[in-house]
């Protein structure tokens, strides 16, 4: 653990939300209780005069208001996005950036038009090989003033299942989730998933604005070119059991059959099954993994019948994945602290 | 500003949300943007099988489903709810617990049944001094398990417009703002507005549990007895102008007018003006108060036009009450870190 956080540190935890684990017990996180992550400041977006900008290597642009966006072939999708750094504060050495623990997730119902049709409506000229969302939120990174933006690989726009979403659990956008609207990209970590979008640029070149060239990789070294962080690592988390104490957070349960659920997620290979560890994670046993009913894009829950007895235990989960990979006990450090998909630890007291 | 912030302070940080001030832009704040703070862990609750009981000293004790508390007259109010330990972050020397700057805080719109009028169904009886609301949620404190309760002085009930509230900004309580029913005590502190809410007791003894006798008291050692906090103090915030820096949330300017805007509320004398200063406090001028359409318990608007010259500065705003109180420069210190109502700093770098 870091000696103590920084108050820039806490300055970002302060604004940032993290999704109190006990919400996991719902299938669809509540607005409000989804976690959220903002680079810079909530834009203030007047939506009448809002326009979505289509442009590029395009055959025709396109501009077109929230009411032709609305107007377009919609889908709804279940997705559970998570934030590239979520488990960053525990990393070792310490990374400084906004201080995850393990709350930066959350599951929602995303409404809107697929990204794909609209790419295919402004007709990709040849020679394209990436697709750029540029948002309304404006801030300085690495000493330099930009709109946040990040980019897509072609093939990943047409073959994947994006969607530019101006409604989240049956309403409108939020301010603070895109409004008016934003991509959702199922399966890709939340910095993919830009927010305010103003516009859509179809490139020749690869983007190398700062949140490609310089954030969200895997590095080793500040040197290194390193690569791009892209699909969600397999995680599973718990509801802590019991009750908790309110400064440390530390738990205590009854004696007896406790029943321990969460869920478990990944946006490779699929979740196979989910273990449960009480002693730290030197012995495993398989939980229960509840049906798939949320959709490809979403977690699944899980539950184990712990039979808990007096003393101190440490609980922890893991997910292993059709491709037989599994989550690690420890995490590997990288230069941005990303992707932290090591299993969750919790301390509990069981009282007799 | 402390060294560190500790694991356990921004496990707390963490899983409680501040409100990002540039959401000082909206009248009512939106769902999500409202800060949160859950003293233990935030409850399921059964809304079907849910009653709120009413008894202690009173005539007929009351057994409520959620409906008989909708079909009772109803009233609704714009209430700005603060953390009293909104701004207990930079207070020296370190207070360890929720380690606030100062985005706890909030404004919604409650819609709900008056606490005075179901006293009086139920009658109370000679000899009440309290009313105690206990909440569903469970936890530690001080080494004792709890359920989360405060008091009223039965006369701040009878003069007050405290309401249980069943609904924000048109919607159904979600889960993390007490659903399916809260307390909303207008002008007081957050922790009064008891979640979850199961029970209402008339005492003839005051309460005297851990969240009454030992936390939110002013105290200057921790063998002291205190004041119990009540009445938000005074206090108004900037929206940070111009863009962050996404680390440092320093901000950048361009040179010119620039229009400060901000909230200004208080729980006790009403606020009378604000001033703002672009030199950290030296000097002051007048800032153009809103009008108070959105009520005596809500925040009112204010606004300045700053001519911005190229350099550094750092703004502050003060509001100033009818009694001719005004906010501090610094905060007294206190053992609990509570109603800390120093005036905001903020630094920015103006271009040119």
Known sequence: ???????????????????????????????????????????DVDAEAWRLEVDGLVERPLTLSLDDVRARPAVEAAVTMECAGNGRATIEPHVVSQPWLLEAVGTARWR???VAGMLEEAGVREGAVEVLFTGLDRGVE???????ARSLPLEEVHAGDAILAYEVNGMPLPPQHGFPLRLVVPGWYGMTSVKWLGRITVLDV???GYQQSHSYRLRQHEDEEGVSLSRIQLRSLMIPPGIPEFLTRS???????????????SGGAEVASVEVSSDGGVTWALAELGDDALGRWAWRSWSF????TPGEHQLCSRA?????????????????????????????????
């Open 206 to 208: 690869p983007f190398g």
């Open 142 to 148: 690495g000493g330099e003033e930009q709109d946040y």
């Open 320 to 352: 292993i994945a059709f491709d037989g990979s599994a989550q690690p006990l420890d995490a590997p450090w990288n230069v941005g602290g990303y992707a932290n998909n090591a299993v969750q630890r919790i301390p509990v007291t069981v009282t007799g």
């Open 112 to 114: 809107g038009t697929p």
């Open 305 to 308: 019948a712990w039979e808990a």
């Open 1 to 43: 653990m870091p000696d103590g956080i920084s108050l820039e540190e806490l300055q970002l935890a302060a604004r940032n939300h993290g999704m109190p684990l006990e919400a996991l017990r719902f299938d669809v996180t509540p607005v409000g209780l989804h976690y959220l992550l903002t680079h810079y400041d909530i834009p």
């Open 251 to 265: 738990r205590v349960v009854q004696a007896g059959t406790c029943r321990l659920e969460g869920r478990a997620w």
